[in-house]
């Protein structure tokens, strides 16, 4: 029987082969490569998800040597009422939209508009469940015209490209989990791991840190909940939390300013099982028009957050937009000041970080990553924010991390966990001495261990104290040092006492007054050796 691991590795090796199609066509490392890339994947698996429900749906397609002419040969309303018993997740592809079927007419004259218009159609037929929307309610649909990135030969292009699909079926890996799928969509994503320029979110945020993030704020069951990102990136902190909670258990909502980071969201929800939620996935600028809101008018809370903000951005642009009395509840600690120099390292951290503790339901909980500095910060925006989560009493913990557990980043992190419902007791974890560092390209990366993981986990839900890794305060506590949310002032001091006798105290007091006497000599030497030096100089 076919494993996981050669499922992995024919998956990844189709993903090589797309690539290099694209480098064969003058695209490789392009921009517009990664578009080819993603959507060409997306068309595949789509194709073959609904080959493999069809089958389950209808024996006759099931059992049939040629299932593609079973179905062409079905009339019209046969064909809808099957495609009616389809499950909401699978998009609907009609016989002519095959790969199979575009694989037989590939040598066409116009190929690559055949090619093109085919994708375009299944885009257009499944726009209600499958589109990004902007904040403004456009549509960002499925797919677009990929031979136009294509300067010269498109329709041998589009024909390199349906040879890699059709020799290969995803029919298998439609029973693998969660691990399967968050490993190919890193493989899918890691050459286009980049935001280069743009706003907002990392595409990728490491699995530990997702993982840890996840399992501390979901200990228990539960359903019909909602899960938000204000900064989601290609939805790795979603994905992880949707994955502990169960796919079929929550709704996911989001919005990230960068489209490109929208459309990697929408394939991750796709591989996950999460097509329901597309429809929440929004492209836009989440600080200054934060698009999930109630029929009133009010921002919409969430159940869960989780959010991994950039740190620093210059929103100069928008900053003063900001300042209105309808955002005077959701920026409670204020907005940072524009600087004259340096604009880039205005902490648009802060924005996010308000933003989430304003859109938290009564009950909510929410994890946020944020830069270490922030936990100690003794002025300004910082401190305002951490002591309204002391003094409101919704604060769960703080795991600090180890360096460089992000590769793209110097910055040390922390991660801060927020419940509403927490008016007991705070849990402080300094693991920033875990980890093993390994090389990332140019830079080093430290990797946790499934152990390590596990302990900063069970730590963390079990509020354990561990000498020189965690402590257990009450808020009274973190009031009286200044609202520090840093394990490692709330540590003890330990001070080791050794008895000695008279004889021995006065011997090593005689030791050290010899070696200062012995020092201060050896320092005048050494003052009267410059002075001389420096009048001989002088005098040259």
């Known amino acids: 029987m076919t494993t996981t691991v050669q499922f992995e590795r024919q998956t990844k090796s189709l993903i090589d082969d797309l690539k290099s199609v694209c480098a064969n066509y003058g695209l490789g490392n392009d921009g517009n490569e ?56 699978t998009a609907t592809i009609r016989p002519s939209q095959f790969i199979s079927s575009l694989f037989e007419r590939q040598n066409e004259a116009n190929f690559a508009e055949i090619f093109d218009n085919t994708l375009l159609d299944i885009a257009k037929e499944n726009s209600d469940l499958f589109s990004v929307l902007t904040e403004g309610g456009e549509k ?118 960068s489209q490109k980071s929208s459309n990697l969201l929408r394939l991750n929800l796709i591989l996950n099982d999460l ?59 204020g907005i940072p000041n524009v600087p004259k120099a340096k604009k880039e390292s205005m902490a648009i951290y802060l924005m996010f970080l308000q933003h989430i503790m304003f859109s938290l339901k009564e009950n909510g909980k929410a994890a946020i990553v944020v830069p270490t500095g922030f936990i100690t910060a003794q002025s300004g925006i910082d401190r305002k924010i951490r002591e309204k989560m002391v003094e409101d009493k919704m604060l769960a913990g703080v795991v600090s991390m180890p360096s460089n557990i992000f590769a793209t980043t110097g910055t040390n992190v922390s991660v ?43 730590t963390f839900n079990a509020k354990k104290a561990i000498e020189d890794f965690s402590v257990v305060v009450a808020y009274e506590e973190i009031k009286n040092k200044n609202y520090s949310l840093s394990a490692g002032q709330y540590f003890e001091v330990k001070i ?19 070696n200062l006497t012995s020092l201060f000599a050896e320092s005048k030497e050494l003052e009267t050796e410059i002075m001389s030096n420096l009048k001989r100089l002088k005098y040259e």
């Open 140 to 257: 960002i649909v499925l797919f677009e015209n990929i031979s136009k990135y294509v300067t010269d030969k498109r329709d041998e292009f589009c024909k390199a490209i349906i040879n890699k699909l059709i020799n290969f079926s995803f029919e298998n890996i439609f029973d693998e989990k969660f691990d399967f799928y968050a490993t190919i969509f890193e493989y899918l994503i890691k050459d286009y791991n980049t935001n280069s320029g743009g706003k907002y979110a990392e595409y990728f945020t490491p699995h530990a840190v997702a993982k840890i993030m996840a399992r501390c704020l979901v200990q228990e069951g539960v359903s019909n909940v909602t899960c938000y990102d204000p900064s989601a990136g290609s939805g790795t902190l979603l994905m992880n939390l949707a994955h502990q909670i169960g796919e079929d258990k929550c709704s996911i909502y989001s919005q990230d300013i």
């Open 416 to 458: 801060i966990f927020l419940d509403k419902q927490n008016k007991g007791d705070v849990v402080l974890i300094d693991a920033s001495n875990l980890g093993t560092t390994v090389k990332d390209g140019k830079n080093q990366k430290t990797l946790l261990s499934n152990d390590e993981e596990d302990k900063i986990i069970d």
């Open 275 to 333: 097509v329901h939620s597309i429809p929440h996935i929004v492209k836009g600028n989440t600080i200054l028009e934060p698009y999930h809101k109630e029929k009133n008018g009010a921002l919409q809370k969430f159940d869960y957050i989780v959010s991994n903000p950039p740190f620093k951005l210059d929103f100069s642009d928008f900053s003063a937009d900001l300042d209105t009395k309808e955002n005077h509840e959701r920026f409670f600690a």
């Open 34 to 89: 990664f578009k080819i890339i993603t959507q060409v994947f997306l068309y595949k698996f789509l194709n073959d998800k609904f080959v493999h429900e069809v089958k389950q749906l209808d024996k006759k397609v099931a059992d049939a040597e040629n299932w593609e002419e079973v179905l062409k040969s079905y009339s019209a309303d046969d064909y809808e009422m099957l495609m009616l018993q389809m499950s909401e997740s």
């Open 496 to 514: 080791d006492y050794v008895d000695i006798t008279n004889e021995e105290f006065e011997s090593k007091l005689k030791a050290f007054e010899t």
